[in-house]
Nanobody, 123 residues
Framework: QVQLVDSGGGLVQAGGSLRLSCAAS????????VGWFRQAPGKEREFVAV????????NYADSVKGRFSISKDSAKNTVLLQMNSLKPEDTAVYYC????????????????WGQGTQVTVSS
């Protein structure tokens, strides 16, 4: 059973950068697609980015394309989300999630989730 621990959130000014990390314990990410979702206060959880188990396929929400980048470090069993040019509307709790099926991750239907990390972008 894969367990996820996400970290790296914090407070940053608009235009700044943060890097989130999702670390896996138990089984490795070598067989799983890994994604990031976010949930702002009063809003539904929304898809941000996903990387497939090979690390070669990446998809992003339109709202973060060109600013966020997802990558996988198989040696460290970690998936990173590099967030640049942050905007106040990026403020949310960010969650990583994993499943063998990338479509399941994108649809938010995976059963494995991290505990969330808060990202706050001030204007």
């Amino acid at each position: 059973q894969v367990q996820l621990v996400d970290s790296g959130g914090g407070l940053v000014q608009a235009g700044g950068s943060l890097r989130l990390s999702c670390a896996a314990s138990g089984r490795t990410f070598s067989t799983h697609a890994v994604g990031w979702f976010r949930q702002a206060p009063g809003k539904e959880r929304e898809f941000v980015a996903v990387i497939d188990w090979t690390g070669s396929i990446r998809n992003y929400a339109d709202s973060v394309k060109g600013r966020f980048s997802i990558s996988k470090d198989s040696a460290k069993n970690t998936v990173l989300l590099q967030m640049n040019s942050l905007k106040p509307e990026d403020t949310a709790v960010y969650y990583c999630t994993a499943d063998r099926n990338r479509a399941t991750v994108v649809g938010g239907k995976a059963s494995i989730w991290g505990q969330g990390t808060q990202v706050t972008v001030s204007s």
